[in-house]
Every structure is written in structure tokens, then in C-alpha cells.
């Protein structure tokens, strides 16, 4: 039996302090009825809490932490730049080293910005697009989430989708009515808006692979689709690799599905745990940045030395040969894991994985391809199976509308005793 004492007391010290004593609304664990733990400490694929209370971490952060927690070369690399002081506004080499990595790895890159979030990188991107073509409208589609800048929150994911916010309040009608939010994985719903409102539209943005609507995998042929009818109407594609960029190879999904983005947004993983996000894509594009172009975007600590040293060793052992490799092996086990868990106990639940991210999506029998679909999930039982596993020492993410992820710290022992804590948790649900 584990005790919380020290989490709910500093819980309850924090909602004096933080609007519901949390820095980011899905940390609270509202929607799966229960008060946050408090970590102290992690090592590996481990999460240690104020209660002393252990557990096998498949947040990971929310998908930066690939390679686990204090992975020895992050931590060198980080503890080195200190000793040099930790931020100058002033250009350091380290940014140039990290963007050249990024412009190595990611095929569609030329040139990159190096941001602080996910969300200043994707909507600085929009804004690039915009005075790229000067035209106004913006297309996401349903349940894809890309940060909380005004012009997303419209129909998105993530914690908008798991705390049931239609939008939110504080975004003026004439931002949100630029932005035109339309099925995922419909092809005809794409090219009835192209018919209607192509010649408005200046970008086009998608995760290649929703995971803020829990994994949600592309149809086939639908990101290629989506290139073609978007060069065809001289639209700009946006791909937010946010979550994908490095999580599903070394060149995100644009390699792993072989279609080429004219933007790339970038976090997470590239900052190895510390504040980074990017927006890169060809040179013609990207040179209408400001100070090479007329498109402003700035920011105090942006390449901060810090966060390129964890970002650019995270990014060189990833390029290292067997990662990838790895990590599909020891997902492939847990996907394989949960379904023959869920089909022995006879429980509705559906699997879906791309590479080291993976959704059980429960209540549901048939493939979840749209956000539709997804909000039909069963979501108290997600929120059941969520308090018992963190009664059995797992770590998943307090959302059903989230991915659960693998890192290179995982090893197989630990995702077997995941999957036996996995199947208490389920027996417990009959
Ligand atoms: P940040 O501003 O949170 O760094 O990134 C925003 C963002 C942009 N694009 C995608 C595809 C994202 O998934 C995110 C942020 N992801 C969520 C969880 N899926 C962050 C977790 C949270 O909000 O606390």
C-alpha cells in the first residue's frame, strides 16, 4: 500500500500559489480522479515521489525524455555548460552546432529557429506562413493539439480535449475564425475546404501522427494526399513534429513516412528535457525571418547554452546505429503486452502504436482514426486502470487523450513487469 502523504500535503501548499497547483492543467490528474503524486527524482525509467514511492515512467516528460532521466552524457553536457554561466543573449557556437544537427537530421530542414516551446515554435511557424503568402487562413484538424497559442484553440487536444474545454474563453471570435478546424484521416473534407478556400488558406498544419487525441495513426496515403492538394494550391504543409520529431527515427515522421513538410516544428526531445523548440524548413522560407526578413519573431532565451548542451547530446546518442531499433523492439513487446492482457480479460480496448508512443484507447473495438471516435473512449475506465497502476508503481499518462512512451532506459524486464501490473490493474476492473 503506498502512502501520499507528502504529495497531498505540498498539493494543497501549491493550489495557494498556482492556479490549481499545477504549471500545466493535464499535471493535476483531474480527469482521472485523482490528486498528482510530486516527484523528486528520476534515474532512467524510473520516477521517484516525495513519498519515497517508486515507479516505471511512460510519460517521460511528455515524450523529451527518449533516452530516460539523467542519462549520464545529458547530464555531462549540462553540468559542462554551467561552468561557463547559463545564459548571455549573446550567439554561443552550441546554438549552431545543435541547429546544424537538426538541419542533418530532419530531410525537409534548410535552415532553423531554436524557440523555448512547442508552442512558440508552432506559432511563430503560422506566422511565417502567413507573411510567406500573405494569405490568412489557417487549417488543424480535430483533436490535434499544438500548443495554446490563440490561433490552436480550436477544437484541440490534449488537455483542451481532457478537460472537455470547448476552445477557450479569452480567444477573440476573429482570431479563431482564421482558423478552420476539420476531420482528421478525410480526405474528402480536405478537398471540399481546398475547393471552397484554397486561395485564403496559407498553411495547412498537422501532427503527421496525432498523439493529442491519444495515437492516432495516419491513414495510407493521406499525409501524401495532403502534400499534393497543398503544393497544388500553393499552400505551405506544417508538419508538428513536436512529438514525432526524433521520437519515430532520426528524421521524425517526415522520413518514416517519406512526405516532405515546407515547415517542421520541433520540441521536446530536441531540448533533452530543457526548454527548446524549433521551427525550420527551406531557406526561401525560412530567410523571411527576421533580422534576414520581414517576419518578427524573438526571444530572450532562446538557445540558451543550457539547453542546446542537453538537446545536442540527446540528439548525438540517438543518431548513434540500434536505437530505433531498440525502442521498436521493446514497444512492439508492450503493445503486444496490453493486447493479449485486454483480449484474455475481455476487455474493449484497442492499441494503437507508431514507433515508441502507443495509446490504449478503452470502450473501443475498432481502430480509433478520428477525434470523433476517440472521445468516445471510455474514459472512466481509462481513469480506474490509471489508479491502479499507480498503486502498482506505473507511471501513465493522466489522460486518455494521451501516449505512453518507451525510452532507450526501458529494458524488457521493466515492460514485463508493466504488463503483469498491467493485467491486476485490468482483473480489477471485471
Ligand atoms: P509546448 O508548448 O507544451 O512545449 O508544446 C506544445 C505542443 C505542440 N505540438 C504538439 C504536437 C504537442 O504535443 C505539444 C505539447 N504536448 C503536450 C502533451 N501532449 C504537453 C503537455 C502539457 O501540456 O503539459
Not at 333 to 350: F, N, P, R, T
Not at 389 to 406: D, N, T
Request: aromatic share 8%; hydrophobic share 40%; net charge negative.
Amino acid at each position: 500500500m503506498k502512502f501520499y502523504t507528502l504529495s497531498e500535503h505540498y498539493f494543497e501548499e501549491a493550489r495557494k500559489s498556482i492556479p490549481g497547483g499545477v504549471n500545466s492543467p493535464v499535471r493535476a490528474c483531474k480527469s482521472v480522479g485523482r490528486n498528482p503524486i510530486f516527484v523528486e527524482r528520476g534515474m532512467g525509467a524510473y520516477i521517484y515521489d516525495a513519498d519515497g514511492n517508486e515507479y516505471i515512467d511512460y510519460v517521460c516528460s511528455w515524450g523529451p525524455m527518449v533516452l530516460g532521466h539523467c542519462h549520464p552524457e545529458v547530464q555531462g553536457a549540462v553540468a559542462e555548460a554551467l561552468d561557463g554561466g547559463t545564459s548571455f543573449g549573446i550567439p554561443t557556437w552550441r546554438e549552431v552546432e545543435l541547429a546544424e544537427k537538426i538541419v542533418a537530421m530532419v530531410p525537409s530542414i534548410e535552415k532553423v529557429r531554436l524557440v523555448n516551446s512547442g508552442t512558440e515554435a508552432t506559432m511563430s511557424a503560422i506566422r511565417l506562413a502567413r507573411g510567406f503568402t500573405g494569405r490568412k487562413k489557417i487549417v488543424k484538424f480535430d483533436g490535434c493539439y499544438h500548443g495554446h497559442a490563440d490561433s490552436f484553440l480550436v477544437k484541440a487536444g490534449s488537455g483542451v480535449a481532457t478537460l472537455g474545454i470547448p476552445g477557450s474563453p479569452g480567444v477573440p471570435e476573429e482570431i479563431v475564425a482564421n482558423t478552420i478546424s476539420i476531420p482528421f484521416n478525410d480526405p474528402d473534407a480536405v478537398k471540399e475546404l481546398l475547393k471552397k478556400e484554397a486561395r485564403d488558406i496559407a498553411a495547412v498544419i498537422v501532427e503527421p501522427v496525432p498523439a493529442n487525441m491519444g495515437v492516432v495513426p495516419p491513414r495510407e496515403g493521406f499525409l501524401e494526399e495532403l502534400r499534393n492538394w497543398t503544393r497544388e494550391h500553393d499552400i505551405l504543409l506544417i508538419f508538428d513534429e513536436v512529438i514525432t520529431g526524433f521520437r519515430l527515427g532520426p528524421g521524425g515522421a517526415q522520413e518514416y513516412f517519406g512526405v516532405s513538410p515546407d515547415i517542421t516544428c520541433l520540441g521536446k526531445i530536441i531540448g533533452g528535457g530543457l526548454p527548446v523548440g524549433a521551427y525550420g524548413g527551406r531557406a526561401e522560407i525560412m530567410d523571411q525571418i527576421a533580422p534576414e526578413g520581414p517576419v518578427y519573431q524573438a526571444g530572450t532565451l532562446s538557445g540558451n547554452p543550457l539547453a542546446t548542451a542537453a538537446g545536442l547530446a540527446t540528439l548525438n546518442v540517438l543518431s548513434r546505429p540500434g536505437i530505433y531499433e531498440s525502442l521498436e523492439e521493446k514497444a512492439l513487446q508492450m503493445e503486444e503486452g496490453l493486447c493479449d492482457i485486454a483480449s484474455k480479460l475481455g476487455i474493449k480496448a484497442v492499441v494503437q502504436r507508431i514507433g515508441s508512443m502507443m495509446t490504449t484507447f478503452f470502450g473501443q473495438q475498432e481502430p480509433v482514426t478520428n477525434f470523433d471516435q476517440a472521445m468516445a473512449s471510455d474514459t472512466e475506465m481509462y481513469g480506474a486502470f490509471f489508479r491502479n497502476m499507480v498503486e502498482l508503481g506505473i507511471w501513465i499518462a493522466p489522460s486518455q487523450f494521451e501516449a505512453a512512451f518507451v525510452s532507450t532506459a526501458h529494458t524488457p524486464d521493466d515492460i514485463e513487469e508493466t504488463m503483469s501490473a498491467a493485467y491486476t490493474a485490468l482483473e480489477k476492473l471485471k
